[in-house]
């Protein structure tokens, strides 16, 4: 029998679990205190025939509070149908996203073969700044969808609306919770301590009397179809 | 931090691995009284006594020399022996063709007898050889006693096959690989073969361990390349196990250690019948969960848990007919949650599990022999990850071999002819439910892993019957010039090709001390690797090999070997730019192979060096690049001396590190929330040179009745920290090294009865 490939396969798949398992110790994907995009967000993420949307992003920095801020520089990926070429402009309102009038979309549908209700993904690469950090990031145009809302969000069991103070104790385990659609990608992210089950929908968070005491907690959620929400926290440990 | 865990507990488990083994063999040698008191104060002794095997037969002609001094005595046929003046408490050491080194002790005037161990019996490892003289240019050959003297290999199948020339030695973790890399070829190019039949897997999931004990082996024989046409299915090499047919005599004998235990016995039923069973489970699932900090977010249910067996039974049924009943047999179980919670989320679980049942007639009357031989496989690979990901593969198939040979004396002017015909059929049934990740071909990076991707999707059954025949004549052309012809044809029905393969050899004896061999061939792999049965049209991947080689034996014990070889790869599997597979690929592989023994006295010096290139065009038009296994350079040096109760060892190991495809960068996908990276030019990179010295010291003695051996083996004695493989940071802004583990100190204790 000569079929131990696909076995070598699924070993080799193993490894590189493992081997992801590995990394964290470094660079943990939950840690706000990096130069880094933590989500881009078009609003809407679905643009019906004519309509726009605008652009911004989550941002973390190293040494510095998150911000929110528009793209330096927006366009379509090389991919991109020639006739939504010129979806993307600047404008004084910043980078925006115009969705060409049903005609055009019906038949980009047709050359790329979608059905006739399907929304057309369009890929953009947005650059933030200053430090440029590059996002592929994917609105869909053709249909109307509205990002999601994050709904409550309790730290230590305690409703906590967004952009406030919060205070938990050190050197315990802070259970977080977020009301979301259960399809939803849940995301937590922290400067101050150590995030656990950072990409469920009830993490916890622990910070060591070794660690900062006082820092940043986000949370982001991203729908199936594309929409993304955020909400962020100041924190301090005691 | 699971890195950490890993490393801790591996280097855990061979620090404090202790090998207990006990053999018993039946009947045992009658009690003898005690010894005569000795007198007191620093004397000399008249001494008698009698060396016997484990049955207690007399052992005649055996050598018996005091340590120390000059006495000797030779054994008569009852196994006894005198020797005057020796020293109160000296060591005796014993020597016979056929046993190992037994020793005595001196305590009075009649020593207890000696009881010496076949090297069989003694024996925890393996014959590795490509037969004698090696079936092609390149094959190499290790007499079983040998292995106990190379260090670094522990006498596991599968370190001893790094040590081999040609033979790509592993790179990165000890999981996460299978099969074996031979002459710049993948791991699916090559068979694995247990008496006569392929095999799922070598080795155990993890650990490196091989699924049939030492104990349980008669012999290996490794063929890099350039064999016969009786093995196909294969681009490359073979290696092929051949389980041991027990005893005459019954024995059974346990063994016992931190990563397993097993048993095994052997024997003869009656004049015609011998048999052998062996059975091992691990003990470092069972160790596991004591030893691992508690601070680990981690939950394992099973790490690793495994089985094998071996069954043989080998029946002599008439003078012209014998008979071989085997089985093997292998379930490994891996299961984790990445977190202590066990969140299903985070489950890995992975059960690799198959049992082979083969029974092999044999015929021979005068010039003629025949072999018949059937086998049937059942075998279960199941994989899950999280919620999503799974890929099961069951598997059923059934193989019928038949093989006539005819020899003769003269054949039209040619003398020493043997003609051989065969035929095989092979009909595989094989279930697959997957939802997985796109495998990535040879030659693509893993990328970052996607819990949530399952893009490869299948649920259903493939059959592949495959037919192949094949005939050979060998003959003497003239003196000292032998050449063998062949051809094999394969069908391999489900894609509708046939592969005409012929394959030829020619021996040229120079003079008494130099042999030329000249070997060139055609080989098929078919399409049965990772996702190739799902896509009908593939057709089988085709190597043509080269191969010329020198043997020369400048005195007696002194052996050298070198070959040059050169392989064309074509209708090589790739991905295209859509992600379809094609035969679009072609590949060379050129190299040399130097293999230097000696065997002289208390040494033995083992020399393997391996110069060798291997690349991949992927498709018509696109640049050449080096092939994911390539390595320029493998050089094994091993040395032991042997004297007495003494045996020291050492070895050194340098390689060229595998070749790595750099990431120059990473875009962040926000819908995804995942960093796709930029790749540089494919395996445009080399880990760094990897070295490595090891040293091993073995000593014997007598405890009561049993024969001790403790030995300490030391690997990387210098503690060089080996890069095996790289990883990145979630956003590929870090390039993190896995490294080798540094010093590994093992010590070991035997005892026979």
């Keep these: ?238 | 931090m699971l890195r950490s865990m890993l490393r801790a507990s591996l280097i855990l488990v061979v620090l404090v691995a202790t090998h207990v083994r006990v053999a018993r063999a039946q009947p045992s040698p009658p009690p003898e009284p005690p010894p005569a008191a000795a007198p007191g104060g620093p004397v000399s002794l008249n001494i008698q006594g009698r060396v016997i095997d484990t049955l207690g037969h007399a052992v005649a002609g055996a050598t018996i020399s005091v340590e120390g001094t000059s006495l000797v005595a030779i054994t008569d046929a009852d196994g006894r022996y005198q020797l005057a003046g020796v020293p109160l408490g000296a060591s005796l050491v014993v020597d016979a063709a056929g046993y190992t080194t037994g020793l005595g002790t001196v305590s009075g005037a009649a020593v207890t007898d000696i009881v010496l161990l076949t090297e069989q019996q003694a024996s925890e490892v393996i014959d590795v050889h490509g037969d004698l003289p090696p079936a092609s240019p390149g094959a190499a050959k290790l007499e079983r006693t040998e292995m106990t003297r190379i260090p670094g290999t522990g006498g596991d199948l599968v370190r001893t096959l790094s040590i081999m020339p040609g033979v790509v030695a592993p790179s990165g973790p000890a999981l996460g690989r299978n099969g074996i890399v031979i002459r710049g070829s993948a791991p699916q190019d090559s068979k694995l073969l247990i008496d006569g039949f392929e095999v799922p897997l070598l080795y155990h999931t993890i650990g490196q361990r091989a699924i049939v004990p030492t104990e349980a082996i008669d012999k290996l024989d490794y063929l890099p390349g350039g064999f016969g046409v009786e093995y196909g299915y294969a681009a490359s090499g073979v290696v092929a196990l051949t389980t041991r047919a027990g005893d005459d005599r019954r024995s059974e004998q346990g063994e016992v250690s931190v990563i397993d235990g097993g048993l095994i016995a052997q024997g003869g039923a009656g004049a015609r019948v011998r048999y052998m069973v062996a059975f091992r489970r691990s003990l470092i699932d069972l160790l596991l969960p004591y030893v691992l900090p508690s601070s680990l977010d981690l939950s394992l249910t099973s790490v690793p848990r495994y089985y094998d067996e071996q069954g043989r039974v080998d029946v002599k049924l008439s003078p012209a007919w014998s008979l071989a009943i085997s089985t093997i047999g292998s379930d490994d179980l891996l299961e984790l949650y990445f977190d202590k919670a066990e969140n299903p989320d985070k489950r890995l679980y992975s059960r690799t599990r198959f049992l082979r049942l083969t029974t092999s007639a044999r015929w021979h009357d005068g010039p003629w022999s025949a072999t018949l031989a059937t086998s049937g496989l059942a075998q279960e690979i199941d994989f899950e990850l999280g919620t999503l990901q799974r890929g099961l593969m069951d598997t059923l198939a059934w193989t019928t071999r038949g093989e006539l040979t005819r020899s003769l004396d003269e054949l039209a002017g040619l003398t020493g002819v043997v003609w051989r015909a065969g035929s095989e059929f092979v009909l595989g049934h094989q279930h697959l439910t997957l939802a997985l990740p796109q495998l990535p071909r040879e030659g693509q990076p893993m990328g970052m892993f996607d819990p949530k991707d399952t893009s490869t999707r299948f649920d259903g059954a493939v059959w592949t019957p495959d037919v192949a025949q094949w005939t050979a004549l060998t003959a003497n052309l003239a003196p000292g010039i032998r050449a063998t012809m062949g051809v094999r044809i394969d069908e391999f029905t489900r894609g509708g090709d046939v592969a005409v393969q012929p394959r030829g050899e020619l021996t040229w004896q120079l003079d008494d001390r130099l042999k030329l061999r000249l070997s060139a061939g055609a080989y098929r792999r078919p399409p049965e690797n990772r996702d190739e049965p799902l896509h009908a049209a593939l057709e089988p991947e085709r190597s043509t090999q080269t191969i010329a080689g020198l043997e020369y034996e400048p005195v007696a014990g002194v052996r050298m070997q070198t070959s040059a070889y050169y392989t064309d790869r074509s209708h090589l599997i790739t991905r295209d730019g859509r992600g379809v597979l094609g035969n679009d690929g072609r590949g060379t592989t050129y190299g040399t192979e130097v293999l230097g023994t000696l065997r002289r006295g208390p040494w033995f010096v083992w020399l393997a060096g391996t110069l060798s290139h291997s690349t991949r065009v992927d498709f018509p038009g696109a640049g050449r690049r080096l092939f994911d296994y390539d390595q320029p350079i493998n050089i094994n040096a091993a040395m032991s001396w042997k004297r007495g109760k003494w045996q020291l060892g050492g070895r050194f190991e340098l390689y060229s590190g595998m070749p790595t495809t750099p990431v120059l960068g990473a875009v962040f996908d926000t819908n995804a929330n995942r960093y796709d990276p930029i790749y540089g030019e494919t395996n445009s990179e080399r880990l760094p040179l990897h070295h490595q010295l090891d040293v091993r010291v073995d000593r014997s003695w007598t405890w009561g009745s049993m024969l001790m051996t403790g030995f300490l083996d030391i690997q990387n004695v210098y503690l060089n920290d080996t890069v095996t493989n790289y990883t990145y940071s979630y956003d590929y802004a870090k390039r993190l090294a896995f490294t080798g583990l540094p010093i590994i100190p093992s010590i070991g204790l035997r005892g026979v009865l």
């Design chain 1, 1 to 238: 029998m000569r079929r131990r490939g696909l076995l070598a396969a699924v070993i080799g798949f193993v490894t590189t679990v493992v081997a992801a398992g590995c990394v964290p110790d470094s660079d943990p994907r939950w840690q706000l205190d990096h130069d880094r995009v933590v989500a881009a967000r078009a609003t809407p993420p679905h643009l019906p025939a004519g309509a726009t949307a605008t652009i911004d992003a989550l941002i973390a920095h190293a040494g510095a509070p998150t911000t929110i801020e528009p793209p330096v520089r927006v366009m379509t990926s090389p991919s991109t149908p020639a006739a939504l070429a010129m979806t993307v402009a600047e404008s004084g309102a910043g980078w925006q996203v115009t969705a060409p009038g049903a005609d055009v979309l019906d038949a980009v549908r047709a050359s790329e073969k979608l059905a006739a209700d399907q929304p057309i993904p369009l890929v953009l690469i947005e650059t933030f700044g200053p430090i440029p950090l590059v996002v592929s990031h994917t609105i869909f145009l053709g249909d109307t969808v509205s990002n999601p809302v994050v709904g409550t969000v309790l730290v230590g069991g305690v409703p906590r609306a967004p952009d406030t103070h919060v205070v938990i104790p050190t050197d315990a385990d802070v259970t977080l919770s977020v009301d979301a659609d259960p399809a939803a990608a849940v995301n937590w992210l922290t400067s101050c301590g150590t995030m656990h089950d950072d990409d469920e929908h009830a993490a916890f968070v622990h910070v060591k009397p070794t660690d900062d005491q006082a820092g940043e907690l986000a949370v982001v959620v991203r729908a199936a179809d594309g929409g993304v929400g955020w909400q962020r926290w100041t924190i301090e440990a005691q």
